[in-house]
C-alpha cells in the first residue's frame, strides 16, 4: 500500500499550555476558560478529567498568578488516617453533637490547609475523602478561615484548591461519594476534559507538541509526522488519552529510522503497546500486512468519517482503488465512520 512522503509542518506548537491542554476544540478553549476563572479567584474548583491526563500540570496552570506554595494530595491513598493529617494537621475533630453548624473547624499548624494558604492545593480523587473529611473541608470553603491549634482567634485562609474526579461526577454525587455541600463549593468553577475520542481534532497539535518536548528532552532535531501517519494518530482510540499517545511517540522518536515518522513506525509501538498478541506467534507476513493494512484504513476513514475522496488522498491512493482495497479487507466505511 503507498503511503504518502509529504510530512506535516515541523512548526513548534504554543508552549503557554501543557499537552493535555493543546488544541482548538470548542471543549479545550472552555477548558482554558475555566483554568483562567480559577487562576483568578480563591476558593474552590473541580476538575473532571478521564484517566491518563497529567492532573498537575493541568492544576498548576490555575496556580500560574498564586503567590504562595504548590502542593499535591492523593485522597485516594490506602492510609485514611494520613490523609486527613495531612490535610487538616494534627488538631482532633472536635465533637459536634449540640455545636452551632456555623461553628469554624479547627486545624493544626501544619496542615496543607495552613501551609498552601496563598497558593494551590491539588486534591486528587476527591470522593475518595472520607465523608466527614468531606464535611469539615466544605466548612472550611465556606468560611475561608479556620481555628489553628495554639494560637488565638481564628485565621484568614487564602486558599485555592482544585480537587479532582472521573466523570460522570453526578453519580459520585448521587451515590453519596462526594457530599453535596462539598461539590457545591467545588463546582463553582468546574473544568470537564473529556477524553481524546471526544476532542479528536487536538490530537494532531497534542502530537506535535509531545514530538518537540520528547525531542528537546533527548537533544535531537525535531521529528514530523508525514501526513498520513498523522492521520493515523488522530484516528486511533487512545484509550489511555495523553499518557499512551506520549508513551506511543516516546517509542516511536526511539525507533523510527529518519527525521519522518511515518505510518509504519506509529503502527510499529501501537501494537506493541496497546495490541501486542493480537496476531499469534504463528502469523505469517503476509498476515500481519493485511492486520496493518486494514487497522490503518480503517482508522484514517474513521478519522475522515467514512468520506472516500478525502481518506483516499491522505493514504496516497486512487479513490476506486481505495474502495476496492477496503472490500478486500471487508472494512465498510459507514460502519467504520458510526
Same mark, same amino acid.
Given at each position: 500500500?503507498p503511503?504518502t512522503s509529504?510530512?506535516?509542518?515541523?512548526?513548534?506548537p504554543?508552549?503557554g499550555w501543557?499537552?493535555?491542554?493543546?488544541g482548538?476544540s470548542?471543549a479545550v478553549?472552555l477548558?482554558?476558560?475555566?483554568?483562567?476563572?480559577?487562576?483568578?479567584?480563591?476558593?474552590?474548583a473541580?476538575?473532571v478529567?478521564?484517566?491518563?491526563?497529567?492532573?498537575?500540570?493541568?492544576?498548576?496552570?490555575a496556580?500560574?498568578s498564586?503567590s504562595?506554595?504548590?502542593a499535591?494530595?492523593?485522597?485516594?491513598?490506602?492510609?485514611?488516617?494520613?490523609v486527613?493529617?495531612?490535610l487538616?494537621?494534627?488538631?482532633?475533630?472536635?465533637g459536634?453533637?449540640g455545636?452551632?453548624?456555623?461553628?469554624l473547624e479547627?486545624?493544626?499548624?501544619?496542615a496543607?490547609?495552613?501551609t498552601?494558604?496563598?497558593g494551590?492545593?491539588l486534591?486528587?480523587s476527591i470522593?475518595?475523602l472520607?465523608?466527614?473529611?468531606q464535611a469539615?473541608?466544605?466548612?472550611?470553603?465556606?468560611?475561608?478561615?479556620a481555628?489553628?491549634?495554639g494560637?488565638?482567634?481564628?485565621?484568614?485562609?487564602?486558599?485555592?484548591?482544585?480537587?479532582?474526579?472521573?466523570?460522570?461526577?453526578e453519580?459520585e454525587v448521587?451515590?453519596?461519594?462526594?457530599?453535596?455541600e462539598?461539590?457545591r463549593?467545588?463546582?463553582?468553577?468546574?473544568i470537564?476534559?473529556?477524553?481524546l475520542?471526544?476532542?479528536r481534532?487536538d490530537?494532531p497539535a497534542i502530537?506535535r507538541?509531545?514530538v518537540?518536548?520528547?525531542?528537546d528532552?533527548?537533544?535531537?532535531a525535531?521529528?514530523?509526522?508525514t501526513?498520513?501517519?498523522?492521520?493515523?494518530?488522530?484516528a486511533?482510540?487512545?484509550d489511555?488519552?495523553v499518557d499512551e499517545?506520549r508513551r506511543v511517540?516516546?517509542?516511536?522518536?526511539a525507533?523510527a529510522?529518519g527525521?519522518a515518522?511515518?505510518?509504519e513506525?506509529v503502527?510499529?509501538?501501537?501494537l %506493541?503497546?496497546?495490541?501486542? *498478541?493480537?496476531? !499469534? @506467534?504463528? +502469523?505469517?507476513?503476509?498476515?500481519?500486512r /493485511?492486520?496493518f493494512e486494514r487497522?490503518?484504513?480503517?482508522a484514517? %476513514?474513521?478519522?475522515?468519517? *467514512?468520506?472516500? !475522496? @478525502?481518506? +483516499?488522498?491522505?493514504?496516497?491512493?486512487? /479513490?476506486?482503488?481505495?474502495y476496492?482495497?477496503?472490500?478486500q479487507?471487508?472494512i465498510?466505511?459507514r460502519?467504520?465512520?458510526?
Open positions: 500500500m503511503a509529504a510530512s506535516s509542518p515541523a512548526l513548534a504554543a508552549r501543557p499537552p493535555d491542554l493543546t482548538s470548542d478553549r477548558a482554558r476558560d475555566r483554568i483562567g476563572k480559577a487562576a483568578a479567584r480563591e476558593g474552590g473541580l476538575l478529567a478521564e484517566r491518563g491526563y497529567d492532573l498537575e500540570a493541568i492544576a498548576r496552570e496556580h500560574v498564586a504562595g506554595p504548590f499535591t494530595l492523593d485522597c485516594a491513598m490506602p492510609d485514611v488516617s494520613e486527613e493529617r495531612s487538616f494537621g494534627t488538631a482532633t475533630v472536635p459536634r453533637r455545636a452551632r453548624a456555623e461553628a479547627t486545624v493544626g499548624e501544619s496543607l490547609l495552613v498552601t494558604s496563598g494551590t492545593l486534591l486528587t470522593a475518595e472520607p465523608a466527614s473529611a469539615r473541608l466544605a466548612r472550611i470553603l465556606r468560611d475561608r478561615e481555628r489553628v491549634e494560637t488565638e482567634g481564628s485565621r484568614r485562609l487564602s486558599l485555592r484548591i482544585v480537587a479532582t474526579t472521573r466523570p460522570p461526577v453519580a448521587d451515590e453519596g461519594r462526594l457530599r453535596p462539598l461539590y463549593r467545588l463546582a463553582a468553577v468546574r470537564d476534559l473529556p477524553a475520542a471526544r476532542r481534532e490530537i502530537a507538541h509531545i518537540h518536548d520528547v525531542s528532552a533527548r537533544g535531537i525535531a521529528r514530523s509526522f501526513q498520513a501517519a498523522l492521520a493515523l494518530v488522530a486511533l482510540p487512545w489511555g488519552n499517545l511517540i516516546e517509542g516511536v522518536c525507533t529510522p527525521p515518522i511515518r505510518v513506525d503502527l510499529g509501538q501501537v %506493541l503497546d496497546a495490541r501486542q *498478541g493480537a496476531l !499469534g @506467534p504463528q +502469523a505469517s507476513l503476509r498476515e500481519a /493485511r492486520q487497522e490503518y484504513i480503517a484514517v %476513514l474513521r478519522h475522515y468519517e *467514512g468520506r472516500m !475522496g @478525502p481518506a +483516499a488522498r491522505v493514504l496516497g491512493i486512487q /479513490r476506486t482503488n481505495l476496492r482495497k477496503a472490500r479487507l471487508g465498510q466505511p460502519k467504520v465512520a458510526e
